[in-house]
Nanobody
Framework: QVQLVESGGGLVQPGGSLRLSCAAS????????MKWYRQAPGKEREFVAR????????NYADSVKGRFTISRDNAKNTVYLQMNSLKPEDTAVYYC???????WGQGTQVTVSS
């Protein structure tokens, strides 16, 4: 069955960096675009970034453009989200999602605080 497992979250100071990973199994990752979303306390889940199946096309929310980078390694069945220059407003649970179908990971908490 389709499984997505996020990791790499944690507590980081403003201005710091984190790299999130999303390990995929149960399907051919190279056949699907992938997305990252996030949900802050009391807010709706929002789109963060998208990458095409072979990584040749990416899109970002305006709020993270220039600070976050989505990438993938299909040979490792993994999608990444490199987050730099983190701000307190980036605090949220981050989820990866397959672009087609309602498949989500369990999420990983990112907290940006001094």
């Amino acid at each position: 069955q389709v499984q997505l497992v996020e990791s790499g979250g944690g507590l980081v100071q403003p201005g710091g960096s984190l790299r999130l990973s999303c390990a995929a199994s149960g399907f051919a990752l190279s056949s699907y675009g992938m997305k990252w979303y996030r949900q802050a306390p009391g807010k709706e889940r929002e789109f963060v970034a998208r990458i095409s199946s072979f990584g040749d096309s990416t899109n970002y929310a305006d709020s993270v453009k220039g600070r976050f980078t989505i990438s993938r390694d299909n040979a490792k069945n993994t999608v990444y989200l490199q987050m730099n220059s983190l701000k307190p407003e980036d605090t949220a649970v981050y989820y990866c999602k397959r672009a087609i179908g309602d498949y989500w990971g369990q999420g990983t908490q990112v907290t940006v605080s001094s």
